[in-house]
T-cell receptor
């Protein structure tokens, strides 16, 4: 398996622009997680899905952030409008609901908002 | 509110030495304690995990020690190697109920192993 795939790997945008991050989970995995990583706050869980349904979005910073999972093989995290404080590395992870709780992380998207 | 406290924030160890990273938690409902390893430019990857029914788990040079009464768990890296230089995260998860798969993460420890 190719593992969790994220795109783009790097994104540079200007404040106020819309940013869309994409994730393809490992085939057969039931859970998908979106994380944000910064030096100051470490790894923060933003939202996670089970069978394409959002389960916990309490980590989503504010209404500027939204996430969707239209099918089992694709998810997006959108920031509109983006702000400099959104600059971070965004990770997508997936896991399988078979008793094992291992989360498999993608390579991340490094976002810089100028 | 930080529910999993990790220390130290950074650690420097000589090659061949023992690296020890500690984590403490508050929620007695936690029952799954993984450690993840992250190399620069990569996503975290599971290193080793433990459940509270055992006090220690060893995989190669990596050992988790678990103290349920003290609500603490630690990662020991024996014979540390320069290739172990990475950031290590502890995490905890509550009892697996329904579709709850939320991990509570420590803030990470940056380990540097000098050759």
């Amino acid at each position: 398996d190719a593992g969790v795939i994220q795109s783009p790997r790097h994104e540079v945008t200007e404040m106020g622009q819309e940013v869309t991050l994409r994730c393809k989970p490992i085939s057969g995995h039931d859970y998908l997680f979106w994380y944000r990583q910064t030096m100051m706050r470490g790894l923060e869980l933003l939202i996670y899905f089970n069978n394409n349904v959002p389960i916990d979005d309490s980590g989503m910073p504010e209404d500027r952030f939204s996430a969707k999972m239209p099918n089992a093989s694709f998810s997006t995290l959108k920031i509109q409008p983006s702000e400099p404080r959104d600059s971070a590395v965004y990770f997508c992870a997936s896991s399988y609901d078979g008793g094992e709780e291992t989360q498999y992380f993608g390579p991340g998207t490094r976002l810089l908002v100028l | 509110q930080q529910q999993v406290k990790q220390s130290p924030q950074s650690l420097i160890v000589q090659k061949g030495g023992i690296s020890i990273i500690n984590c403490a938690y508050e929620n007695t409902a936690f029952d799954y304690f993984p450690w993840y390893q992250q190399f620069p430019g990569k996503g975290p990857a599971l290193l080793i995990a433990i459940r509270p029914d055992v006090s220690e788990k060893k995989e190669g040079r990596f050992t988790i020690s678990f103290n349920k009464s003290a609500k603490q768990f630690s990662l020991h890296i024996m014979d540390s190697q320069p290739g172990d230089s990475a950031t290590y995260f502890c995490a905890a998860s509550p009892v697996n109920a329904g579709n709850n798969r939320k991990l509570i993460w420590g803030l990470g420890t940056s380990l540097a192993v000098n050759p």
